[in-house]
């Protein structure tokens, strides 16, 4: 308790204050909107860098995934496949790159592909589709990684991941 006799101290008298520092805060501020701005960029390039390489690819995807529709509904109809392009209606999306074969229809069977050299060298980029594949085309060959099953493009040839993910070796050329 304040007795009357003791005075208060008088504001210009009392003891300052340290101003507050806040640079720490600023610095941790830089840092986070610095740690953003780099994951932003890395980001952005890995999915531009995708995005310049994929719509090529997607194009065979496109052509096959119609095929297979067009193919489905001429099995409905007619209880077997065709290689006519013409007797199951098939009119191809708009093709820059791909080229395209049914390679093989029955009437309990129908394989096709597309194929393309996408980076100038001797392989190419194949893709192919069957009754079985259910609008998925499986990609055989990418002939931008280089990586996948070697086969000619209109050879009734196959070969099936036996784990349901296609990433087999690299086989010479035959």
């Known amino acids: 308790m304040q007795s009357n006799t003791e005075k208060s101290p008088e504001p210009?008298?009392?003891r300052r204050r340290r101003p507050v520092r806040r640079w720490g805060f600023l610095w941790v501020g830089i840092g986070i909107i610095a740690f953003l701005a780099a994951g932003f960029f890395l980001t952005t390039t890995?999915?531009?860098?995708s995005a310049y390489t994929e719509p090529k690819q997607?194009?065979?995807e496109d052509i096959l995934a119609a095929l297979f529709e067009a193919e489905t509904g001429y099995y409905a109809a007619h209880h077997c496949f065709s290689?006519?392009?013409a007797a199951i209606d098939?009119?191809?999306p708009a093709s820059r790159r791909y080229e395209w074969a049914i390679i093989?229809?029955?009437c309990g069977y129908f394989l096709a592909r597309a194929w393309a050299d996408l980076d100038g060298d001797p392989s190419l980029d194949i893709w192919e589709i069957t009754n079985n594949d259910a609008f998925t085309p499986l990609h055989v060959f990418d002939d931008e990684k280089d990586i996948g099953y070697r086969i000619a493009p209109r050879s009734t040839e196959r070969w099936r991941p036996t784990d349901g993910f296609f990433k087999p070796p690299v086989s010479p050329e035959r």
């Not at 890995?46 to 860098?49: A, H, I, M, N, Q």
């Open 104 to 106: 093989r229809a029955d």
């Open 90 to 92: 098939f009119i191809p």
């Open 12 to 14: 210009g008298n009392s």
């Open 83 to 85: 290689n006519d392009p």
């Open 58 to 60: 997607k194009e065979a």
């Open 46 to 49: 890995v999915l531009f860098r």
